[in-house]
Structures are given as structure tokens and as C-alpha cells.
């Protein structure tokens, strides 16, 4: 069969998404979130720290409540970080741009201190 599903096998229904961020030179880049379906997938038995967050949620999307736990703890903390390290000032501005899906919190919900979120 050209371009259908093969009779008798069935397609499987695992999924995750992945949200990436990093600066516009690339020289910051925040720790992935991973998204999945499971709340703790077996693969990570036994690992006390992953190089990402990871998250479950139903249908392993991005939601409304992820995506702002993801911006107060771990955006925001990065990028204040990030100014310390860099010897920047604490109060120092960032924006982080995203595009307009419906899954995001209202641009003020995604706001701390000097850090801002502009939607594209």
C-alpha cells in the first residue's frame, strides 16, 4: 500500500514535545523541558539528575500551566544566572519572544521582575 498504514501493524501512539531556548547568539541556553505522556517513563529509573525537565502531561503538549511553571522556575532563574555569570547587572532586562499559540499564558502572567515576554 502506497502512502497508508501497513494492515496488521499497528502505528504507535508515544509522543513528547521538547521546548528549546537559548539566546540570539546562542551563548545562553536554557535547560530543555520535555514533555511526555507518562509521569515518570522506566528509562529514567534510578537517575537522580537529567540534563532536562521533564514534565507529563496527558497528551505530552505544552500546556497553559507547564509553560509558566517552565517560565518562573526555570526560564527566570537561568536567566538571572546567567547576568550573574556574565557580570551583567541583576536588574538587567531580558525578553523572551514566542510565537502567538494558544497554549501560552497571557503575555503579563509571563512577567518577573525585568524579564518580559513579547509575542511575535
Known sequence: LEGGAVPGVRQSKDRLTVLMC??????????PLVVGKGGGPRAFGGIQQLPVAYKAQGNAWVDKEIFSDWFHH???????????????????????????????????????????????
Do not use: M, W
Request: positive net charge.
Open 22 to 31: 537559548a539566546n540570539a547568539t546562542g551563548s545562553h541556553k536554557i535547560k
Open 74 to 120: 526555570i526560564f527566570v532563574p537561568s536567566v538571572k544566572e546567567h547576568f550573574r555569570a556574565a557580570g551583567l547587572p541583576e536588574d538587567g532586562k531580558a525578553i523572551l519572544l514566542l510565537d502567538n499559540a494558544r497554549a501560552r499564558p497571557q503575555e503579563a502572567e509571563l512577567a518577573s521582575g525585568n524579564i518580559f515576554t513579547v509575542y511575535l
